[in-house]
């Protein structure tokens, strides 16, 4: 199994940086499929894996993979300005658009059956469908408590067993917020304002079929070791 293609066409086209992990949604077949990068593509540019880079540039970090004062000292640079080092390393990424590092490959890790919307697909807020296009994982809530703690508000407020068993959100959280532009960004089409998230549900029998109200619906069994391997960031693309 493979990666969509349409996932590498889109980070290139948005300038997004594709990660270690990815996460392909596939609304027809109500199934998530976990993807890693192979060894040769972090080898390649490890700045763009695991220590995501990208996500500490845009909160105005150093990628700690590298201190910047040992870059530059050498009088060299990171190939993308993210202060990783990896061009310091001798690692030879020196063109960011040179096929080494354009020709991103993954290898399929695991399936899991989901629940996408009932209410079909959908961008627009209120619509209750679930968006197609790229995402990423932007904050991960839950960590630590056990299966079947009830969300409200992202806030654990109880217990499926004590009185809530068929609960919307529960157990995990990984709130999404979408990369494309006037598509599932920005205005009256945008995931994260939508609170878009892959989650719990405290009725697991629904799950393999559309019943949820736009967010994606995991077993505990699934979504737990799922949360603890995603680090912040992973990319999500969400298909037909």
């Not at 530059?72 to 040179?98: E, H, I, M, T, Y």
């Not at 619509?127 to 839950?142: A, D, F, M, W, Y």
């Not at 959280?173 to 719990?200: C, K, Q, T, V």
């Not at 629904?206 to 994606?216: D, E, Y």
Request: charged residues 20%.
């Amino acid at each position: 199994m493979k990666l969509p293609h349409d996932f590498l066409q889109v980070c290139k086209r948005q300038g997004v940086i594709p990660t270690r992990f990815a996460l392909a949604v596939n609304v027809a077949d109500q199934t998530v499929s976990l993807f890693e990068k192979t060894f040769a593509s972090l080898h390649c540019n490890p700045s763009e894996s695991s220590c995501a880079a990208r996500i500490f540039q845009e909160r105005g970090q150093l990628c700690p993979r590298v201190p910047a004062a040992s870059v530059s000292s050498r009088g060299q640079s990171c190939p993308r300005s993210f202060g990783c080092g990896s061009a310091a390393l001798g690692l030879g990424v020196k063109n960011p658009d040179s096929p080494a590092v354009t020709d991103r490959r993954y290898r399929f890790v695991k399936k899991f059956r989901c629940s996408t919307s009932r209410f079909g697909i959908s961008q627009v807020t209120g619509s209750n469908g679930t968006p197609l296009g790229l995402h990423r994982v932007v904050e991960k809530i839950g960590g630590g408590w056990p299966v079947g703690t009830v969300f409200k508000g992202r806030k654990p407020v109880g217990f499926t067993w004590q009185g809530m068993p068929d609960a919307k959100i529960t157990t995990r959280i990984l709130w999404l917020e979408g990369l494309e532009p006037g598509f599932n960004r920005g205005g009256n089409m945008d995931s994260h304002a939508r609170y878009l998230y892959i989650h719990g549900t405290g009725d697991e029998t629904t799950i393999g079929r559309p019943m949820s109200c736009g967010c994606v619906h995991l077993a505990a069994d699934d979504l737990i070791p799922l949360f603890d391997k995603l680090p912040g960031g992973t990319l999500v693309w969400i298909c037909r």
